[in-house]
Protein backbone atom coordinates (compact mmCIF):
# COMPACT_ATOMS: atom_id res chain seq x y z
CA UNK A 1 0.00 0.00 0.00
CA UNK A 2 1.58 3.57 -0.76
CA UNK A 3 1.68 5.84 1.82
CA UNK A 4 -1.02 8.06 -0.29
CA UNK A 5 -3.24 5.54 0.72
CA UNK A 6 -2.55 4.83 3.80
CA UNK A 7 -2.61 8.72 4.90
CA UNK A 8 -5.81 8.21 3.68
CA UNK A 9 -7.51 5.58 5.96
CA UNK A 10 -5.45 7.26 8.86
CA UNK A 11 -7.35 10.49 7.67
CA UNK A 12 -10.81 8.42 7.31
CA UNK A 13 -10.50 7.09 10.88
CA UNK A 14 -9.67 10.82 12.72
CA UNK A 15 -12.72 12.34 10.61
CA UNK A 16 -14.79 9.38 11.93
CA UNK A 17 -13.85 9.61 15.48
CA UNK A 18 -14.17 13.39 15.90
CA UNK A 19 -17.30 13.47 14.02
CA UNK A 20 -18.40 11.75 17.37
CA UNK A 21 -16.38 13.59 19.92
CA UNK A 22 -18.65 16.32 21.89
CA UNK A 23 -15.50 18.86 21.97
CA UNK A 24 -16.07 19.48 17.74
CA UNK A 25 -19.37 19.40 17.85
CA UNK A 26 -20.03 21.93 20.39
CA UNK A 27 -17.07 23.87 19.27
CA UNK A 28 -18.68 24.33 15.79
CA UNK A 29 -22.21 24.80 16.97
CA UNK A 30 -20.75 27.53 19.21
CA UNK A 31 -19.05 29.27 16.67
CA UNK A 32 -22.07 29.12 14.44
CA UNK A 33 -24.14 30.84 17.02
CA UNK A 34 -21.41 33.27 17.65
CA UNK A 35 -21.11 34.61 13.75
CA UNK A 36 -25.01 34.84 13.62
CA UNK A 37 -24.81 37.42 16.85
CA UNK A 38 -22.19 39.04 15.06
CA UNK A 39 -24.37 39.98 12.23
CA UNK A 40 -27.19 40.04 13.36
CA UNK A 41 -26.85 42.16 16.60
CA UNK A 42 -25.87 45.41 15.10
CA UNK A 43 -29.36 45.24 12.90
CA UNK A 44 -30.75 44.70 16.34
CA UNK A 45 -28.91 47.74 17.77
CA UNK A 46 -30.32 49.84 15.20
CA UNK A 47 -33.51 48.82 15.34
CA UNK A 48 -36.02 51.14 17.41
CA UNK A 49 -37.80 54.58 15.74
CA UNK A 50 -35.23 56.09 13.04
CA UNK A 51 -34.23 59.57 14.76
CA UNK A 52 -34.46 62.78 12.21
CA UNK A 53 -33.44 66.47 12.93
CA UNK A 54 -35.38 68.79 10.76
CA UNK A 55 -35.38 72.53 10.58
CA UNK A 56 -39.00 73.06 9.38
CA UNK A 57 -41.64 73.33 12.05
CA UNK A 58 -44.78 72.18 9.56
CA UNK A 59 -42.02 69.11 8.44
CA UNK A 60 -40.97 68.31 11.89
CA UNK A 61 -45.02 67.67 12.98
CA UNK A 62 -45.71 65.22 10.06
CA UNK A 63 -43.08 63.18 11.08
CA UNK A 64 -43.58 63.23 14.90
CA UNK A 65 -47.01 61.32 13.40
CA UNK A 66 -45.28 58.85 12.05
CA UNK A 67 -43.64 57.77 15.55
CA UNK A 68 -40.50 59.04 14.61
CA UNK A 69 -37.68 61.05 16.75
CA UNK A 70 -37.71 63.96 15.91
CA UNK A 71 -35.09 67.04 16.66
CA UNK A 72 -35.84 70.20 15.67
CA UNK A 73 -32.81 71.93 14.86
CA UNK A 74 -32.01 76.06 14.01
CA UNK A 75 -31.15 75.38 10.14
CA UNK A 76 -30.29 72.56 8.16
CA UNK A 77 -26.56 72.92 8.29
CA UNK A 78 -27.32 72.35 11.98
CA UNK A 79 -29.71 69.14 10.75
CA UNK A 80 -26.70 67.81 8.53
CA UNK A 81 -24.20 68.51 11.51
CA UNK A 82 -26.18 66.09 13.55
CA UNK A 83 -26.03 63.37 10.83
CA UNK A 84 -22.76 63.43 10.05
CA UNK A 85 -21.85 62.90 13.75
CA UNK A 86 -24.38 60.07 14.00
CA UNK A 87 -26.25 60.97 16.69
CA UNK A 88 -29.04 60.92 13.82
CA UNK A 89 -30.14 58.51 10.99
CA UNK A 90 -31.21 61.13 8.96
CA UNK A 91 -32.20 64.73 8.49
CA UNK A 92 -34.81 66.52 6.41
CA UNK A 93 -33.62 70.08 4.81
CA UNK A 94 -35.48 72.08 2.40
CA UNK A 95 -36.19 71.53 -0.95
CA UNK A 96 -37.31 69.17 0.67
CA UNK A 97 -34.30 66.49 0.79
CA UNK A 98 -33.41 63.35 2.98
CA UNK A 99 -29.92 63.03 4.03
CA UNK A 100 -28.47 59.88 5.40
CA UNK A 101 -25.08 58.83 6.41
CA UNK A 102 -25.32 55.59 5.08
CA UNK A 103 -28.36 53.39 5.01
CA UNK A 104 -31.53 54.65 3.32
CA UNK A 105 -33.47 56.15 5.62
CA UNK A 106 -36.76 54.38 4.77
CA UNK A 107 -39.15 55.24 6.95
CA UNK A 108 -38.52 59.11 6.68
CA UNK A 109 -39.13 58.79 3.20
CA UNK A 110 -42.53 56.93 4.28
CA UNK A 111 -43.41 59.86 7.03
CA UNK A 112 -43.35 62.24 3.93
CA UNK A 113 -46.42 62.86 1.36
CA UNK A 114 -44.04 63.49 -1.18
CA UNK A 115 -41.03 61.21 -2.47
CA UNK A 116 -38.18 63.66 -2.00
CA UNK A 117 -34.61 62.84 -3.34
CA UNK A 118 -32.60 60.96 -1.17
CA UNK A 119 -28.79 61.97 -0.23
CA UNK A 120 -26.56 59.33 1.19
CA UNK A 121 -23.86 61.33 2.55
CA UNK A 122 -20.73 58.30 3.10
CA UNK A 123 -21.83 55.44 0.89
CA UNK A 124 -18.72 53.58 1.51
CA UNK A 125 -18.32 53.90 5.19
CA UNK A 126 -18.61 51.05 7.08
CA UNK A 127 -20.43 50.98 10.77
CA UNK A 128 -18.30 51.72 13.64
CA UNK A 129 -19.36 48.71 14.96
CA UNK A 130 -19.10 46.20 12.15
CA UNK A 131 -15.79 48.05 11.91
CA UNK A 132 -14.46 46.84 15.25
CA UNK A 133 -16.20 43.38 15.48
CA UNK A 134 -14.89 41.92 11.86
CA UNK A 135 -11.17 42.02 13.19
CA UNK A 136 -11.92 40.94 16.15
CA UNK A 137 -14.25 38.43 15.01
CA UNK A 138 -11.65 36.98 12.25
CA UNK A 139 -9.03 36.93 14.81
CA UNK A 140 -11.55 35.13 17.83
CA UNK A 141 -12.46 32.68 14.80
CA UNK A 142 -8.67 31.84 13.51
CA UNK A 143 -7.32 31.96 17.37
CA UNK A 144 -9.80 28.97 18.87
CA UNK A 145 -10.28 27.49 15.68
CA UNK A 146 -6.45 26.77 14.76
CA UNK A 147 -5.70 26.31 18.63
CA UNK A 148 -8.57 23.74 19.53
CA UNK A 149 -7.72 21.98 16.48
CA UNK A 150 -3.93 21.83 16.40
CA UNK A 151 -4.33 20.97 20.34
CA UNK A 152 -6.13 17.91 18.91
CA UNK A 153 -4.10 16.43 16.64
CA UNK A 154 -1.28 16.46 19.48
CA UNK A 155 -3.69 14.70 21.23
CA UNK A 156 -4.64 12.06 19.14
CA UNK A 157 -0.76 11.39 18.70
CA UNK A 158 -0.10 11.75 22.50
CA UNK A 159 -2.90 9.26 22.70
CA UNK A 160 -1.60 6.84 20.36
CA UNK A 161 2.26 6.82 22.25
CA UNK A 162 0.28 6.33 25.63
CA UNK A 163 -1.63 3.83 24.41
CA UNK A 164 1.31 2.15 23.00
CA UNK A 165 -0.55 1.13 19.68
CA UNK A 166 1.94 3.68 18.07
CA UNK A 167 4.30 0.60 17.64
CA UNK A 168 1.94 -1.27 15.73
CA UNK A 169 0.94 1.47 13.70
CA UNK A 170 4.77 2.27 12.80
CA UNK A 171 5.53 -1.25 12.17
CA UNK A 172 2.27 -1.20 9.42
CA UNK A 173 2.53 1.89 8.05
CA UNK A 174 5.16 4.69 6.63
CA UNK A 175 5.18 7.16 10.61
CA UNK A 176 4.89 10.07 7.18
CA UNK A 177 1.35 8.19 6.63
CA UNK A 178 0.52 8.54 10.24
CA UNK A 179 1.47 12.62 10.05
CA UNK A 180 -0.02 13.33 6.92
CA UNK A 181 -3.36 11.17 7.73
CA UNK A 182 -3.73 13.46 10.91
CA UNK A 183 -3.04 16.59 9.38
CA UNK A 184 -4.73 16.44 6.17
CA UNK A 185 -8.29 14.95 8.19
CA UNK A 186 -7.97 17.61 11.45
CA UNK A 187 -7.11 20.32 8.39
CA UNK A 188 -10.12 19.39 6.37
CA UNK A 189 -12.24 19.78 9.71
CA UNK A 190 -11.29 22.78 10.35
CA UNK A 191 -11.21 24.09 7.01
CA UNK A 192 -15.36 22.61 6.63
CA UNK A 193 -16.36 24.65 10.23
CA UNK A 194 -14.56 27.85 9.17
CA UNK A 195 -16.11 27.80 6.02
CA UNK A 196 -19.14 26.59 7.47
CA UNK A 197 -18.36 29.96 9.85
CA UNK A 198 -17.73 31.94 6.63
CA UNK A 199 -21.08 31.06 4.61
CA UNK A 200 -23.33 31.21 7.40
CA UNK A 201 -21.59 34.81 8.24
CA UNK A 202 -22.71 35.93 4.89
CA UNK A 203 -25.88 34.82 4.71
CA UNK A 204 -26.89 36.30 8.39
CA UNK A 205 -25.68 39.19 6.49
CA UNK A 206 -27.78 39.37 4.10
CA UNK A 207 -30.72 38.53 6.65
CA UNK A 208 -30.03 40.88 8.76
CA UNK A 209 -30.32 43.52 6.06
CA UNK A 210 -26.87 44.53 6.16
CA UNK A 211 -26.77 46.85 3.08
CA UNK A 212 -24.46 46.31 -0.12
CA UNK A 213 -21.83 48.60 0.61
CA UNK A 214 -20.65 46.55 3.39
CA UNK A 215 -20.98 43.18 1.46
CA UNK A 216 -19.20 44.80 -0.78
CA UNK A 217 -15.85 44.53 1.37
CA UNK A 218 -17.65 42.02 3.89
CA UNK A 219 -17.09 39.16 1.24
CA UNK A 220 -13.19 39.66 -0.02
CA UNK A 221 -11.92 39.83 3.67
CA UNK A 222 -14.11 36.68 4.21
CA UNK A 223 -13.52 34.97 1.50
CA UNK A 224 -9.30 35.93 2.02
CA UNK A 225 -9.94 34.75 5.42
CA UNK A 226 -10.94 30.90 4.44
CA UNK A 227 -8.16 30.39 2.01
CA UNK A 228 -5.31 32.21 4.71
CA UNK A 229 -7.17 30.32 7.59
CA UNK A 230 -6.29 26.92 5.63
CA UNK A 231 -2.75 27.61 4.96
CA UNK A 232 -2.52 28.92 8.37
CA UNK A 233 -3.57 26.04 10.02
CA UNK A 234 -1.47 23.35 7.50
CA UNK A 235 1.57 25.87 8.24
CA UNK A 236 1.25 24.81 12.44
CA UNK A 237 0.07 21.13 12.17
CA UNK A 238 3.03 19.14 11.35
CA UNK A 239 4.78 21.47 14.69
CA UNK A 240 1.42 20.41 16.62
CA UNK A 241 1.79 16.59 15.43
CA UNK A 242 5.84 16.97 16.92
CA UNK A 243 4.88 18.40 20.51
CA UNK A 244 2.21 15.54 20.63
CA UNK A 245 5.03 13.17 20.09
CA UNK A 246 7.45 14.92 22.59
CA UNK A 247 4.95 14.80 25.22
CA UNK A 248 4.57 10.63 26.46
CA UNK A 249 1.12 11.46 28.54
CA UNK A 250 -1.54 14.14 28.57
CA UNK A 251 -0.54 15.60 31.41
CA UNK A 252 2.82 16.68 29.30
CA UNK A 253 1.34 18.35 26.49
CA UNK A 254 0.69 21.73 28.26
CA UNK A 255 4.23 21.78 28.78
CA UNK A 256 6.03 20.89 25.39
CA UNK A 257 3.81 22.73 23.39
CA UNK A 258 4.29 26.44 24.86
CA UNK A 259 6.34 27.09 21.75
CA UNK A 260 3.33 26.53 19.31
CA UNK A 261 0.48 28.05 21.18
CA UNK A 262 2.75 31.21 21.70
CA UNK A 263 2.94 31.05 17.36
CA UNK A 264 -0.84 30.94 17.44
CA UNK A 265 -1.25 33.61 21.00
CA UNK A 266 0.53 36.51 19.92
CA UNK A 267 -0.60 37.26 16.80
CA UNK A 268 -3.89 37.28 18.29
CA UNK A 269 -3.27 39.61 20.90
CA UNK A 270 -1.07 41.60 18.51
CA UNK A 271 -3.78 42.04 16.39
CA UNK A 272 -6.19 42.86 18.61
CA UNK A 273 -3.67 45.37 20.35
CA UNK A 274 -2.02 47.04 17.42
CA UNK A 275 -5.19 47.06 14.67
CA UNK A 276 -5.41 50.75 15.00
CA UNK A 277 -1.45 51.04 13.81
CA UNK A 278 -1.32 50.90 10.40
CA UNK A 279 2.27 50.41 10.14
CA UNK A 280 2.07 47.37 12.79
CA UNK A 281 -0.67 46.30 11.13
CA UNK A 282 1.22 46.26 7.48
CA UNK A 283 3.91 44.41 8.80
CA UNK A 284 1.64 41.65 10.82
CA UNK A 285 0.19 41.11 7.45
CA UNK A 286 3.05 39.43 6.31
CA UNK A 287 4.64 37.96 9.35
CA UNK A 288 3.45 34.20 8.62
CA UNK A 289 1.57 33.65 12.29
CA UNK A 290 -0.22 36.74 12.38
CA UNK A 291 -0.83 37.21 8.21
CA UNK A 292 -4.03 35.22 8.67
CA UNK A 293 -5.78 37.51 10.50
CA UNK A 294 -4.13 41.06 9.70
CA UNK A 295 -4.52 40.86 6.30
CA UNK A 296 -8.03 40.18 5.90
CA UNK A 297 -8.31 42.88 8.45
CA UNK A 298 -6.60 45.03 6.27
CA UNK A 299 -8.38 43.87 3.27
CA UNK A 300 -11.69 44.54 5.26
CA UNK A 301 -10.50 47.96 5.64
CA UNK A 302 -9.76 48.70 2.33
CA UNK A 303 -6.05 49.04 3.24
CA UNK A 304 -4.39 46.37 0.98
CA UNK A 305 -3.31 46.44 -2.55
CA UNK A 306 -4.74 44.03 -5.00
CA UNK A 307 -1.42 42.01 -5.26
CA UNK A 308 -0.76 41.96 -0.88
CA UNK A 309 -2.89 38.96 0.12
CA UNK A 310 -1.46 37.00 -2.69
CA UNK A 311 2.46 37.73 -1.71
CA UNK A 312 1.36 37.45 2.03
CA UNK A 313 0.17 33.22 1.18
CA UNK A 314 3.23 32.82 -0.70
CA UNK A 315 5.06 33.98 2.25
CA UNK A 316 2.77 31.74 4.46
CA UNK A 317 3.10 28.81 1.79
CA UNK A 318 7.01 28.84 1.98
CA UNK A 319 7.08 28.87 5.61
CA UNK A 320 4.49 25.96 5.92
CA UNK A 321 6.91 23.83 3.90
CA UNK A 322 9.72 24.86 5.97
CA UNK A 323 7.71 24.18 9.31
CA UNK A 324 5.83 20.51 8.13
CA UNK A 325 9.97 19.73 7.83
CA UNK A 326 10.35 20.30 11.09
CA UNK A 327 7.39 19.04 12.55
CA UNK A 328 7.95 15.56 10.61
CA UNK A 329 11.29 15.48 11.72
CA UNK A 330 10.04 16.36 15.02
CA UNK A 331 7.66 13.78 14.80
CA UNK A 332 9.48 10.94 13.43
CA UNK A 333 12.31 11.05 16.01
CA UNK A 334 10.21 11.27 19.14
CA UNK A 335 7.45 8.85 18.33
CA UNK A 336 8.72 5.73 19.83
CA UNK A 337 10.10 6.91 22.88
CA UNK A 338 7.54 6.50 25.54
CA UNK A 339 9.90 6.51 28.52
CA UNK A 340 8.72 10.35 29.39
CA UNK A 341 9.21 13.37 27.52
CA UNK A 342 12.13 13.71 24.58
CA UNK A 343 13.65 17.39 24.41
CA UNK A 344 13.17 19.10 20.75
CA UNK A 345 17.05 18.33 20.26
CA UNK A 346 16.80 14.44 20.77
CA UNK A 347 13.82 14.07 18.66
CA UNK A 348 15.75 16.01 15.99
CA UNK A 349 18.66 14.44 16.28
CA UNK A 350 17.22 10.93 16.45
CA UNK A 351 17.12 8.30 14.54
CA UNK A 352 14.50 5.53 15.43
CA UNK A 353 12.84 3.60 12.25
CA UNK A 354 14.78 2.55 9.29
CA UNK B 1 12.38 -18.86 5.89
CA UNK B 2 12.59 -15.70 7.99
CA UNK B 3 16.70 -14.76 8.47
CA UNK B 4 18.19 -13.00 10.93
CA UNK B 5 21.90 -12.12 9.85
CA UNK B 6 24.34 -11.00 12.20
CA UNK B 7 22.44 -8.44 13.54
CA UNK B 8 23.93 -5.90 15.75
CA UNK B 9 22.78 -2.35 17.80
CA UNK B 10 23.77 -0.49 20.17
CA UNK B 11 21.93 2.10 22.18
CA UNK B 12 24.76 5.21 23.02
CA UNK B 13 27.74 3.21 24.32
CA UNK B 14 25.16 0.06 25.22
CA UNK B 15 25.61 -2.58 23.01
CA UNK B 16 22.63 -4.55 23.18
CA UNK B 17 22.81 -6.98 20.18
CA UNK B 18 25.60 -8.78 19.43
CA UNK B 19 26.33 -10.49 15.90
CA UNK B 20 22.58 -12.24 16.30
CA UNK B 21 22.14 -15.02 13.63
CA UNK B 22 19.65 -17.27 13.90
CA UNK B 23 16.41 -18.87 11.52
CA UNK B 24 12.77 -18.55 12.26
CA UNK B 25 11.59 -22.18 9.57
CA UNK B 26 8.61 -21.20 7.22
CA UNK B 27 5.33 -23.13 9.03
CA UNK B 28 7.35 -23.79 12.34
CA UNK B 29 6.36 -22.27 15.76
CA UNK B 30 10.03 -21.40 17.18
CA UNK B 31 10.16 -20.05 20.59
CA UNK B 32 12.33 -16.59 21.16
CA UNK B 33 13.56 -17.14 24.84
CA UNK B 34 16.06 -15.36 27.67
CA UNK B 35 16.38 -13.24 30.83
CA UNK B 36 14.90 -9.37 30.95
CA UNK B 37 16.71 -7.26 28.64
CA UNK B 38 19.01 -9.91 26.77
CA UNK B 39 17.56 -8.10 23.31
CA UNK B 40 14.36 -10.02 22.42
CA UNK B 41 12.75 -7.21 22.39
CA UNK B 42 15.17 -5.04 20.17
CA UNK B 43 15.67 -8.61 17.62
CA UNK B 44 11.85 -8.21 17.00
CA UNK B 45 11.27 -4.54 16.21
CA UNK B 46 14.72 -4.88 14.29
CA UNK B 47 12.67 -7.35 12.29
CA UNK B 48 9.54 -5.27 12.05
CA UNK B 49 11.59 -2.16 10.92
CA UNK B 50 10.36 -0.21 13.94
CA UNK B 51 14.19 0.10 14.70
CA UNK B 52 17.20 0.36 12.61
CA UNK B 53 19.99 -2.47 13.02
CA UNK B 54 23.47 -0.84 13.00
CA UNK B 55 24.63 -3.93 10.94
CA UNK B 56 23.69 -7.40 9.67
CA UNK B 57 19.85 -7.49 8.01
CA UNK B 58 16.95 -9.37 7.89
CA UNK B 59 15.82 -11.40 5.20
CA UNK B 60 12.61 -13.50 3.90
CA UNK B 61 13.19 -16.31 1.54
CA UNK B 62 16.82 -14.85 0.82
CA UNK B 63 15.29 -10.80 -0.27
CA UNK B 64 16.13 -8.18 2.08
CA UNK B 65 12.74 -6.58 3.99
CA UNK B 66 11.51 -3.66 2.22
CA UNK B 67 8.53 -1.82 3.91
CA UNK B 68 6.29 -3.79 1.14
CA UNK B 69 7.41 -7.04 2.82
CA UNK B 70 6.98 -6.07 6.32
CA UNK B 71 3.51 -5.06 5.80
CA UNK B 72 2.14 -8.43 5.15
CA UNK B 73 4.23 -9.23 8.71
CA UNK B 74 1.69 -9.70 11.73
CA UNK B 75 3.40 -7.99 15.28
CA UNK B 76 1.94 -7.90 18.96
CA UNK B 77 4.51 -5.75 20.65
CA UNK B 78 5.94 -6.26 24.22
CA UNK B 79 3.93 -2.87 25.10
CA UNK B 80 0.44 -3.56 24.11
CA UNK B 81 -1.96 -0.91 23.32
CA UNK B 82 -4.91 -0.11 20.89
CA UNK B 83 -7.70 2.66 21.11
CA UNK B 84 -9.25 2.37 24.34
CA UNK B 85 -12.49 4.09 22.71
CA UNK B 86 -13.01 2.50 19.50
CA UNK B 87 -15.23 -0.67 19.46
CA UNK B 88 -12.97 -4.05 18.61
CA UNK B 89 -14.39 -4.34 15.51
CA UNK B 90 -13.57 -1.00 14.61
CA UNK B 91 -10.14 -1.63 15.68
CA UNK B 92 -9.33 -4.63 14.19
CA UNK B 93 -10.66 -3.79 10.83
CA UNK B 94 -8.77 -0.10 10.90
CA UNK B 95 -5.51 -2.06 11.36
CA UNK B 96 -6.44 -4.35 8.18
CA UNK B 97 -6.93 -1.56 6.39
CA UNK B 98 -3.36 -0.31 7.06
CA UNK B 99 -2.31 -3.79 6.65
CA UNK B 100 -3.91 -3.14 2.64
CA UNK B 101 -7.30 -4.70 2.93
CA UNK B 102 -10.04 -3.38 1.29
CA UNK B 103 -12.67 -2.44 3.85
CA UNK B 104 -15.19 -5.71 2.89
CA UNK B 105 -12.02 -8.02 3.41
CA UNK B 106 -10.89 -6.49 6.97
CA UNK B 107 -14.71 -6.50 7.96
CA UNK B 108 -15.04 -9.97 6.94
CA UNK B 109 -11.50 -11.34 8.50
CA UNK B 110 -12.55 -9.41 11.52
CA UNK B 111 -15.63 -11.13 12.32
CA UNK B 112 -14.38 -14.27 11.35
CA UNK B 113 -10.94 -13.73 13.42
CA UNK B 114 -13.65 -12.62 16.64
CA UNK B 115 -15.60 -14.97 16.60
CA UNK B 116 -12.38 -17.84 16.76
CA UNK B 117 -10.97 -16.08 19.35
CA UNK B 118 -14.08 -16.29 21.89
CA UNK B 119 -14.58 -12.24 21.05
CA UNK B 120 -17.22 -12.05 18.85
CA UNK B 121 -20.32 -11.19 21.18
CA UNK B 122 -18.06 -8.31 22.37
CA UNK B 123 -16.91 -6.91 18.87
CA UNK B 124 -19.46 -3.81 19.51
CA UNK B 125 -18.00 -3.16 22.51
CA UNK B 126 -15.40 -0.11 23.29
CA UNK B 127 -12.02 -1.54 24.08
CA UNK B 128 -11.73 -0.04 27.32
CA UNK B 129 -14.91 -2.00 28.48
CA UNK B 130 -13.51 -5.14 28.50
CA UNK B 131 -11.52 -7.15 30.53
CA UNK B 132 -7.70 -7.38 30.64
CA UNK B 133 -7.68 -10.62 29.35
CA UNK B 134 -10.36 -10.04 26.54
CA UNK B 135 -8.12 -6.78 25.43
CA UNK B 136 -5.31 -9.27 25.05
CA UNK B 137 -7.40 -10.94 22.23
CA UNK B 138 -8.54 -8.31 20.55
CA UNK B 139 -4.80 -7.70 20.36
CA UNK B 140 -4.30 -10.80 19.05
CA UNK B 141 -6.42 -10.54 16.46
CA UNK B 142 -5.33 -7.30 15.72
CA UNK B 143 -1.88 -9.31 14.89
CA UNK B 144 -3.64 -11.61 12.40
CA UNK B 145 -6.54 -9.88 10.87
CA UNK B 146 -4.61 -9.34 7.67
CA UNK B 147 -3.72 -13.34 7.35
CA UNK B 148 0.14 -12.24 7.86
CA UNK B 149 2.69 -14.34 5.95
CA UNK B 150 5.21 -13.64 8.88
CA UNK B 151 4.04 -14.00 12.63
CA UNK B 152 6.50 -11.98 15.34
CA UNK B 153 4.89 -11.99 18.66
CA UNK B 154 6.31 -10.32 21.63
CA UNK B 155 4.53 -12.28 24.90
CA UNK B 156 1.38 -13.09 23.18
CA UNK B 157 0.90 -15.23 26.38
CA UNK B 158 1.37 -12.89 28.84
CA UNK B 159 -1.46 -12.13 30.92
CA UNK B 160 -4.06 -14.73 29.00
CA UNK B 161 -6.15 -17.02 31.05
CA UNK B 162 -5.24 -20.60 30.39
CA UNK B 163 -8.52 -20.98 28.09
CA UNK B 164 -7.10 -17.94 26.25
CA UNK B 165 -3.59 -19.74 26.44
CA UNK B 166 -4.97 -22.38 24.39
CA UNK B 167 -7.11 -20.70 21.79
CA UNK B 168 -4.19 -18.20 21.38
CA UNK B 169 -1.88 -21.08 21.24
CA UNK B 170 -4.16 -22.88 18.74
CA UNK B 171 -4.81 -20.14 16.52
CA UNK B 172 -0.67 -20.04 16.08
CA UNK B 173 -0.07 -23.44 15.48
CA UNK B 174 -2.85 -22.92 12.14
CA UNK B 175 -0.94 -20.22 11.10
CA UNK B 176 2.32 -22.28 11.10
CA UNK B 177 1.06 -24.93 9.83
CA UNK B 178 -0.72 -22.81 7.06
CA UNK B 179 3.35 -22.57 6.34
CA UNK B 180 3.90 -19.07 8.08
CA UNK B 181 7.68 -18.42 9.99
CA UNK B 182 6.31 -17.86 13.57
CA UNK B 183 8.51 -16.24 15.73
CA UNK B 184 7.31 -15.70 19.61
CA UNK B 185 9.04 -15.19 23.14
CA UNK B 186 7.90 -15.71 26.58
CA UNK B 187 9.05 -16.43 30.00
CA UNK B 188 6.46 -19.38 30.62
CA UNK B 189 9.19 -21.71 29.37
CA UNK B 190 6.84 -24.92 29.76
CA UNK B 191 4.45 -22.83 27.15
CA UNK B 192 7.13 -22.46 24.82
CA UNK B 193 8.83 -26.48 24.98
CA UNK B 194 5.48 -27.80 24.83
CA UNK B 195 4.60 -25.31 21.33
CA UNK B 196 7.55 -24.92 20.11
CA UNK B 197 9.40 -26.72 17.11
CA UNK B 198 12.20 -24.53 17.35
CA UNK B 199 14.03 -22.44 20.46
CA UNK B 200 16.48 -19.56 20.05
CA UNK B 201 17.76 -18.39 22.95
CA UNK B 202 19.75 -15.27 23.97
CA UNK B 203 21.52 -13.93 26.60
CA UNK B 204 23.58 -10.31 26.97
CA UNK B 205 22.60 -9.70 23.86
CA UNK B 206 23.76 -13.01 21.55
CA UNK B 207 22.50 -16.43 21.25
CA UNK B 208 23.43 -19.14 22.93
CA UNK B 209 21.54 -22.09 21.40
CA UNK B 210 18.98 -22.12 17.90
CA UNK B 211 17.67 -25.28 16.45
CA UNK B 212 15.02 -28.34 16.79
CA UNK B 213 13.61 -28.25 20.15
CA UNK B 214 14.31 -32.21 20.47
CA UNK B 215 17.89 -31.87 18.71
CA UNK B 216 18.53 -29.29 21.17
CA UNK B 217 17.29 -31.18 24.20
CA UNK B 218 18.96 -34.45 23.91
CA UNK B 219 22.37 -32.51 22.45
CA UNK B 220 21.62 -30.97 26.71
CA UNK B 221 20.93 -34.45 27.54
CA UNK B 222 22.57 -36.60 29.81
CA UNK B 223 23.03 -40.24 30.08
CA UNK B 224 20.65 -39.95 32.75
CA UNK B 225 17.50 -42.89 33.74
CA UNK B 226 14.51 -43.23 35.78
CA UNK B 227 13.43 -46.47 37.14
CA UNK B 228 9.88 -47.28 38.72
CA UNK B 229 9.49 -50.84 40.16
CA UNK B 230 7.16 -52.82 42.54
CA UNK B 231 9.54 -53.37 44.95
CA UNK B 232 12.50 -50.92 46.51
CA UNK B 233 14.89 -50.15 44.31
CA UNK B 234 17.61 -49.79 47.14
CA UNK B 235 19.90 -52.51 44.94
CA UNK B 236 20.57 -50.03 42.57
CA UNK B 237 23.43 -48.54 44.49
CA UNK B 238 25.80 -51.76 44.01
CA UNK B 239 24.49 -52.31 40.26
CA UNK B 240 28.12 -51.17 38.08
CA UNK B 241 28.47 -47.75 36.64
CA UNK B 242 25.21 -46.48 38.42
CA UNK B 243 25.17 -42.99 40.35
CA UNK B 244 22.08 -42.45 42.21
CA UNK B 245 20.93 -39.52 42.03
CA UNK B 246 17.37 -39.93 43.74
CA UNK B 247 15.62 -42.92 45.39
CA UNK B 248 12.77 -42.79 47.18
CA UNK B 249 11.16 -46.63 47.44
CA UNK B 250 9.98 -47.57 44.36
CA UNK B 251 11.48 -45.14 42.38
CA UNK B 252 14.81 -44.05 41.15
CA UNK B 253 16.86 -41.32 39.06
CA UNK B 254 20.32 -42.31 38.63
CA UNK B 255 23.31 -41.58 36.03
CA UNK B 256 24.73 -44.35 34.02
CA UNK B 257 28.50 -43.92 33.42
CA UNK B 258 30.00 -44.04 29.74
CA UNK B 259 30.62 -47.25 28.79
CA UNK B 260 27.60 -49.39 30.73
CA UNK B 261 24.51 -50.79 28.86
CA UNK B 262 21.24 -48.74 30.10
CA UNK B 263 19.82 -52.16 29.05
CA UNK B 264 21.88 -54.29 31.32
CA UNK B 265 20.09 -52.58 34.46
CA UNK B 266 16.31 -53.03 33.59
CA UNK B 267 17.32 -56.89 33.09
CA UNK B 268 18.86 -56.64 36.07
CA UNK B 269 15.51 -54.84 37.09
CA UNK B 270 13.30 -57.16 35.63
CA UNK B 271 14.81 -60.09 37.69
CA UNK B 272 14.06 -58.70 40.81
CA UNK B 273 10.36 -58.27 39.70
CA UNK B 274 7.78 -56.50 37.32
CA UNK B 275 9.48 -53.25 35.82
CA UNK B 276 6.72 -50.05 36.00
CA UNK B 277 8.81 -47.78 34.14
CA UNK B 278 12.07 -47.37 32.67
CA UNK B 279 13.65 -45.12 30.52
CA UNK B 280 16.00 -41.29 29.46
CA UNK B 281 15.60 -38.52 31.45
CA UNK B 282 15.43 -35.53 29.07
CA UNK B 283 16.41 -32.26 30.47
CA UNK B 284 13.68 -29.98 30.85
CA UNK B 285 13.91 -26.64 28.90
CA UNK B 286 13.99 -24.82 32.19
CA UNK B 287 16.88 -26.77 32.77
CA UNK B 288 18.57 -26.28 29.46
CA UNK B 289 18.03 -22.65 29.63
CA UNK B 290 19.64 -22.15 32.76
CA UNK B 291 22.99 -24.12 31.26
CA UNK B 292 22.94 -22.45 28.50
CA UNK B 293 23.03 -18.89 29.86
CA UNK B 294 25.36 -19.59 32.49
Redesign the interface.
Request: aromatic share 14%.
Given at each position: MSTYAAAKVVAAREIRVKLRDKTFLFSTAFFLLFSIAVTVLPAVFSGGPSSVAVADQATAARLQQADLEVRVVADDAAAEKLVRDGDVDAAVLAGPEVIALQDQPGSVVEALSTAPPVRILKPDAIDPFLAYIVPFALAFVFFFTSFLFGLQIAQSVTEEKQTRIVEILVASVPTRALLAGKVAALGLLAFVQVALIAVVTLIGARLAGLDRGVLHVLQPAIGWFVAFFLIGFVMLAALWAGVGALAARPEDLNGVSQPVQMAVMLPFFAVIFLGENDLAMRILSYVPFSAPIAMPTRIFNGDAAGWEPFLALAVMAVTAVVLLGVGARVYEGSLLRTNGKTSWATAWRSRTSG | MLNVDSVSRSFGDRTVLKDVSFPVGSGKLTGFVGANGAGKTTTM?II??????DSGEVTLDGKPLT?EI??R?G???E????????TVQDQVV??G????LSNAAAAERTTKLLDRLGLGERAGEKLEKLSLGNQQRAQVA??LVHDPEVLVLDEPFSGLDPIAVETTAEVLRDRAAAGVPVLFSSHQLDLVERLCDDLVIIADGSIRAAGDRDALRSRHAQPRYHLVVDTDAGWLRDQPGVTLLDLDGRRAVFDLDAGFDDQKVLHAALERGPVRAFGPVVPSLTEIFREVVR
Open positions: - | RLGVLAARRQFYMPERGLYPKMYLRLHGAA
